[in-house]
């Protein structure tokens, strides 16, 4: 059956760090593929991006915690020992060369970049090979073969047009393919290839370049929170979810520190 779109799927870190709300992505992206090509883009597990930069600042213990928490999942999400035992082995490759990199003085954004990136790229491989495990063809992509930035390392802005072309090249075979692409979140590279971060929350720009990128019909952004309210409902009791919103109110209310959105996200959707 020819589908109707492609549209782009962002999770973040509290809804990819646990077996079900790992499961609760796999039935969204069944679902949606019945109607649409589906993009997947994945954040780091929660709190794993404070981690690598404690471990990037000397912190000894936070690289355990940091493999404890990945072992953790992938026990929970297989009992197939060999499946484990490759992707325990990932872990601690991306974890050996976190360490290699941390052994130089760390003191510029652009070694903290190529740090923290290891946190998506260890989340999009778990996903993605727990969707082909139980039906869902996917494939890992890394960002940074996609995303082209500027060099503005910890907080880098895309340049549309190198993006776009890499996005057609990779992307476009493996949806052709009925394959799911799962994107790192957050991260990009120069046009030189060096690792770099679109900001704290940078999976929602991330979602929204790559929807830009292929023309997407739709970008969903999903998290632990029911939508966009009309004030944090952490705070707020009273406050009410907001079934429909410019995309300039909905800018002018992440640039003003509401956290439901990184604040360039809107940009490329429009």
């Known amino acids: 059956m020819k589908k109707e779109s492609v549209i782009v799927v962002k999770f973040g870190g509290t809804s990819v760090s646990t077996k079900s709300n790992i499961q609760t992505i796999v039935n969204v992206v069944k679902k949606e593929k019945k109607i649409h090509d589906v993009i997947l883009v994945v954040s780091a597990l929660s709190k794993v991006t404070d981690l690598l930069l404690l471990t990037a600042s000397g912190e000894k213990d ?22 484990r035992k490759k992707l325990f082995d990932f872990v601690d490759e991306c974890l050996d060369s976190v360490l290699t990199i941390c052994k130089k003085k760390i003191s510029d954004k652009k070694l903290l970049d190529k740090v923290v990136s290891f946190g998506e790229i260890i989340s999009s491989k778990i996903i993605a090979t727990y969707l082909s495990s139980v039906g869902v063809l996917a494939e890992q992509v890394v960002a940074s073969k996609i995303i082209v930035t500027d060099n503005h390392f910890g907080s880098a802005e895309f340049l549309p047009k ?26 990009g590279a120069t046009e030189k290839g060096e690792i770099t971060t679109l900001g704290r929350g940078g999976s929602d720009y991330t979602a929204s370049i790559l929807g830009f990128s292929l023309n997407a019909s739709e970008v969903q952004i999903w998290t632990d929170v029911n939508g966009i309210f009309t004030a944090d409902p952490r705070f ?35």
Do not use: C
Not at 165 to 172: C, G, Q, R, V
Not at 262 to 269: E, N, S, Y
């Open 62 to 83: 936070s690289i355990i915690s940091i493999k404890e928490k990945h072992y953790s999942l992938i026990t929970d999400l297989w009992q197939d020992q060999e499946v």
């Open 162 to 187: 190198a993006t776009k072309n890499n996005a057609e090249k990779i992307l476009w075979p493996l949806i052709n393919k009925h394959i799911v692409p799962v994107v790192t979140g957050f991260i």
């Open 236 to 270: 707020v009791k009273k406050a009410l979810p907001i079934s429909e919103i410019s995309y300039q109110e909905a800018s002018e209310m992440a640039f003003l520190g509401a956290r439901v959105l990184h604040p360039r996200t809107i940009k490329p959707a429009v």
